[in-house]
């Protein structure tokens, strides 16, 4: 199973996940799945400058992303795949690729109710997470690895969405 972890991350590539989610997992390849971002050749190459040496680095769209692992690209490799929203996650499991665990890290609070100290979802996000925990992928949030991970149930217990 190429990936190791699946993480939601608005931030994408930063110094939290080169440096500590990049020592615990210690990832072939860096994947970012973003229909937007991987036509920007600009924002890829700043992004590409802060990968950690020896690693690759792929900035793609969700079609290529599914093509390849279907290709069985990557299943050499153990990838750590980032993305901005759950819902890419789900439209990977429902082309019928294996994700094996999801950590939320950093979603912006933006029209969202918050539900750790960095995180923040929406109605339609926490549905997301739902269906995914439900094809029995562990849902939980954790900003650094050295931090306690909350699982989803905690997370939005006596929230209103």
């Given at each position: 199973?190429?990936?190791?972890?699946?993480?939601?991350?608005?931030?994408?590539v930063h110094g939290i996940t080169v440096n500590d989610?990049?020592?615990l997992l210690k990832p072939k390849r860096f994947m970012v799945i973003d229909d937007q971002l991987?036509?920007?050749?600009?924002?890829?190459?700043?992004?590409?400058?802060?990968?950690?040496?020896g690693t690759g680095m792929s900035i793609?769209?969700?079609?290529?992303?599914?093509r390849n692992f279907k290709a069985e690209k990557y299943d050499d490799h153990k990838v750590f795949l980032?993305?901005?929203?759950p819902e890419t996650l789900v439209k990977l499991v429902e082309a019928g690729i294996t994700i094996p665990e999801i950590n939320v890290g950093f979603l912006f609070p933006?029209?969202?109710?918050?539900?750790?100290?960095?995180?923040?979802?929406?109605?339609?996000?926490?549905?997301?997470?739902?269906?995914?925990?439900?094809?029995e992928i562990n849902v939980s949030f954790q900003y650094r690895p050295s931090d306690t991970k909350i699982t989803l149930e905690k997370a939005i217990a006596g929230k209103d969405f």
């Open positions: 199973m190429p990936i190791t972890l699946a993480r939601i991350d608005q931030r994408l989610w990049n020592t991987s036509s920007d050749e600009i924002a890829k190459g700043a992004m590409r400058m802060s990968k950690p040496a793609i769209s969700l079609e290529t992303a599914v980032l993305v901005k929203e933006e029209g969202r109710v918050a539900v750790t100290e960095r995180a923040a979802l929406n109605a339609k996000e926490v549905s997301d997470l739902k269906e995914l925990q439900d094809n």
